[in-house]
């Protein structure tokens, strides 16, 4: 055998053996990752604009499949958690459909209900529990209420 063909079978199978090394390392990189990742799971996202006060229908949803890691705690993961639902706010397609997005539908699908967001402060408390879902407290009420806890509370500091 030449030396120059025996140099170059050499060096293609060395090629031959660093290929299949450089492939199995990929192949168990790629294994560790997806274990990281861990299994998948099925969220709902809107299929197309979905107005706010809408009934929320399975034909304006449509499924996809992420990482069990990136699964947060509201997000829809199941067609059970859509029935008589309405949106809050109005949804474009491909939004992530969560918990916060949504209530049940009663009389948040009339026109005449006003939807207003009070964000929680230190002029703000929750009242989740002490008011039920189809009562109303008007704004001035409200306005009333915090008033009076703040100048009690002043009091109490003084």
């Known amino acids: ?7 170059a079978l050499i060096f293609l ?7 299949a090394t450089s492939g199995y390392l990929i192949l168990q990189k790629v294994q560790s990752l997806n274990e990281d990742l ?10 197309g604009d979905i107005a706010s006060r809408k009934i929320i229908t399975a034909s304006d949803v449509t499924t996809e499949q992420i990482p069990q890691r990136y699964l947060r705690d509201d997000y829809i993961t199941s067609e059970s958690q859509l029935t008589n639902m309405v949106s809050l706010v109005p949804l474009t397609e491909g939004d992530i459909i969560t918990d916060t997005m949504l209530k049940e539908a009663s009389a948040i699908t009339s026109e ?31 306005n009333l209420i915090m008033n009076l806890s703040q100048k009690y509370l002043w009091k109490m500091l003084m």
């Open 1 to 7: 055998m030449l030396e120059s063909k025996r140099k």
């Open 112 to 142: 005449n209900t006003r939807l207003i967001t009070l964000i929680q402060s230190e002029r703000i408390f929750s009242m989740k529990h002490s008011l039920q879902e189809i009562e109303s407290i008007s704004l001035y009420h409200m």
């Open 13 to 19: 199978l060395l090629a031959i053996i660093l290929a």
């Open 38 to 47: 861990g299994t998948f799971v099925t969220v709902y996202k809107a299929n």
